[in-house]
C-alpha cells in the first residue's frame, strides 16, 4: 500500500470511528431503555478509544516510517459521512421495537464495515506493531458486533434491550 492509500484508509477508519461515537451517543441520549442506554454508552466509548489508537498511528508508527512523505499526510479531522450510519436515529426517539431494531442493524452494518476495513488495512501494512494494533482492533470490532446481534436476537423476541451486563462478561 502506498503512502496516499494508506493515508486515505487511515483517515476513512478516523472518520468511521468519530461518526460511530457520534451516533451511539445519539442512540443512548434517544432510548428510553436504561439496559440501551448503557449497551450505547458503552458502544460510544469503545469508539473513542478506537479513534485514539488509529489516530496513535498517524502520529508515530506511520509518520516515523514515511517522515518526508508523511508531510502531506495529515489526518483530517472534518468528518466525511460515510454513509453508515443513516441520519433518522437522530431525530426521533428509540422507544419502539423497530425503533430499537433499526438502531441495532445500523450499528451491525457500521461493525461489520469497521471490521473489513481494519483487516484491509492489518494486511497492507507494514510495521509488525501496527499490523498487531489493526488485527487487535479487528477482534473488538467482532466483539461489539456479538453483543450487538444478541441484542438483536433478544429484541426480536422480547420487544426490550437485554440486561447488558449479561452479554459483556
Same mark, same amino acid.
Given at each position: 500500500m502506498d503512502v496516499n492509500d494508506m493515508c486515505d484508509s487511515l483517515n476513512k477508519a478516523l472518520n468511521l470511528e468519530v461518526e460511530g461515537k457520534d451516533f451511539y451517543t445519539k442512540c443512548a441520549e434517544k432510548t428510553s431503555s436504561a439496559e440501551g442506554r448503557r449497551m450505547f454508552d458503552y458502544l460510544a466509548k469503545e469508539e473513542e478509544a478506537h479513534y485514539n489508537k488509529v489516530? =496513535?498511528?498517524? !502520529?508515530?508508527?506511520? &509518520?516515523?516510517?514515511?517522515?518526508?512523505r508523511m508531510k502531506k499526510c495529515e489526518p483530517n479531522m472534518k468528518i466525511k459521512p460515510s454513509g453508515v450510519f443513516k441520519k433518522k436515529i437522530a431525530g426521533g426517539k428509540i422507544s419502539t421495537k423497530s425503533d430499537v431494531l433499526d438502531a441495532l442493524n445500523i450499528s451491525l452494518k457500521a461493525?461489520?464495515?469497521?471490521? =473489513?476495513?481494519? !483487516?484491509?488495512?492489518? &494486511?497492507?501494512?507494514f510495521q509488525a506493531d501496527t499490523i498487531r494494533l489493526f488485527e487487535q482492533l479487528v477482534e473488538e470490532e467482532k466483539t461489539h458486533h456479538?453483543?450487538?446481534?444478541?441484542?438483536?436476537e433478544f429484541v426480536t423476541k422480547t420487544g426490550e434491550f437485554t440486561d447488558f451486563k449479561t452479554i459483556t462478561l
Open positions: 489516530l =496513535r498511528i498517524f !502520529e508515530t508508527d506511520f &509518520k516515523e516510517a514515511y517522515a518526508e461493525e461489520e464495515d469497521s471490521i =473489513r476495513l481494519y !483487516e484491509k488495512l492489518a &494486511k497492507q501494512s456479538s453483543i450487538l446481534e444478541n441484542e438483536v
